[in-house]
């Protein structure tokens, strides 16, 4: 939690300390926001600690349902340990942390049922199965471009939240999909976002990484565009075939295979943003 925050353990005792005690410190930005949970879960810390013990309670259950989501969606080489933890700050869910590999967090405040929760560690435990993928981004960084580094940052988040939200349509990410999906050109103007920062992230003309710190948030382009490719692939061809272009980690396949689908989708990507990403797959094939 303190790495995803960018807090240090020392400034986290601070905040706790004043929260506690009714200190009077002043925070700033993240570890102001640490400090305003800690206050509301001292408020009502009896109604977190009722979904705790219900988790508890049925936790077989609990992995069995994980399990079965997750594994309907993922190639049959995918695997994930995971570690969990229940906390009642910070932001909702998320697992990417080279310190300590197999964490996923999980904050309660935001799933206050249990099937709701389920929801949200699938989502997080399909991010943690598609470990090819994350080996893929490794080598490339090592000895790949930086222009296709930076390109395949951008369309791996598109293809990883994009399935893991269609296997979690209870959560934000699906529910504000169901909004925009039939709302005039919104999923279109999403589209093409993602498609201009690939290209400028390709001629770069942008990093990789400022690209998707402009996709991601509040649910961005990233998940707007990966949810309604990944239901577009499973609809025209079935979930068996959205399993099988995951085994891809240059992720070219997911692409080709929804720009195969049918005229009656929202967005078509060009040929030259296709022929991007199947310069990437050469790439990958080249290295792993």
Same mark, same amino acid.
Do not use: C
């Given at each position: 939690?303190?790495?995803?925050?960018?807090?240090?353990?020392?400034?986290?005792?601070?905040?706790l300390q004043s929260a506690v005690t009714g200190g009077k410190e002043s925070f700033m930005g993240a570890a102001a926001m640490l400090h305003r949970d800690?206050?509301?879960?001292?408020?009502?810390?009896?109604?977190?600690?009722?979904?705790?013990?219900?988790?508890?309670?049925?936790?077989?259950?609990?992995?069995?349902?994980?399990?079965?989501?997750?594994?309907?969606?993922?190639?049959?080489?995918?695997?994930?340990?995971?570690?969990?933890?229940?906390?009642?700050?910070? +932001? +909702?869910?998320?697992?990417?942390?080279?310190? +300590?590999?197999?964490?996923?967090?999980?904050?309660?405040?935001?799933?206050?049922?249990?099937?709701?929760?389920?929801?949200?560690?699938?989502?997080?435990v399909h991010h943690k199965a598609l470990w090819k993928h994350r080996e893929a981004y490794a080598r490339l960084t090592r000895n790949g471009p930086r222009?296709? !580094?930076?390109?395949?940052?951008?369309?791996n988040e598109v293809v990883g939240e994009g399935v893991a939200s269609i296997i979690s349509p209870n959560i934000a990410p699906f529910q504000k999909y169901?909004?925009?999906?039939?709302?005039?050109?919104?999923?279109?103007?999403?589209?093409?976002?993602?498609?201009?920062?690939?290209?400028?992230?390709? !001629?770069?003309?942008?990093?990789?990484?400022?690209?998707?710190?402009?996709?991601?948030?509040?649910?961005?382009?990233?998940?707007?565009?990966?949810?309604?490719?990944?239901?577009?692939?499973?609809?025209?061809?079935?979930?068996?075939?959205? !399993?099988?272009?995951? +085994?891809?980690?240059?992720?070219?396949?997911?692409?080709?295979?929804?720009?195969?689908?049918?005229?009656?989708?929202?967005?078509?990507?060009?040929?030259?943003?296709?022929?991007?990403?199947?310069?990437?797959?050469?790439?990958?094939?080249?290295?792993?």
């Amino acid at each position: 939690m303190l790495y995803h925050h960018n807090l240090s353990s020392r400034t986290f005792l601070k905040i706790l300390q004043s929260a506690v005690t009714g200190g009077k410190e002043s925070f700033m930005g993240a570890a102001a926001m640490l400090h305003r949970d800690i206050l509301k879960y001292i408020e009502k810390h009896y109604e977190y600690e009722k979904l705790v013990n219900e988790i508890k309670a049925s936790w077989s259950k609990v992995r069995g349902k994980v399990s079965a989501k997750v594994e309907g969606y993922l190639p049959d080489w995918a695997e994930a340990q995971v570690k969990v933890y229940l906390v009642p700050v910070g +932001d +909702d869910a998320y697992g990417v942390n080279p310190i +300590d590999t197999n964490a996923v967090v999980i904050n309660m405040r935001y799933f206050k049922s249990l099937e709701v929760f389920i929801e949200a560690l699938a989502h997080e435990v399909h991010h943690k199965a598609l470990w090819k993928h994350r080996e893929a981004y490794a080598r490339l960084t090592r000895n790949g471009p930086r222009n296709l !580094r930076g390109v395949f940052e951008v369309i791996n988040e598109v293809v990883g939240e994009g399935v893991a939200s269609i296997i979690s349509p209870n959560i934000a990410p699906f529910q504000k999909y169901r909004k925009i999906k039939n709302k005039g050109n919104s999923l279109k103007e999403n589209y093409r976002s993602v498609e201009e920062a690939i290209i400028m992230v390709y !001629r770069e003309e942008m990093p990789g990484e400022e690209a998707v710190s402009k996709l991601y948030p509040n649910m961005g382009p990233i998940y707007m565009v990966g949810i309604d490719m990944a239901l577009t692939i499973e609809k025209e061809y079935g979930t068996w075939a959205l !399993r099988e272009v995951l +085994d891809d980690p240059s992720v070219y396949k997911f692409f080709k295979m929804f720009n195969q689908a049918s005229s009656k989708t929202v967005y078509k990507y060009t040929s030259q943003t296709l022929k991007i990403i199947k310069q990437l797959q050469q790439r990958m094939q080249q290295i792993l």
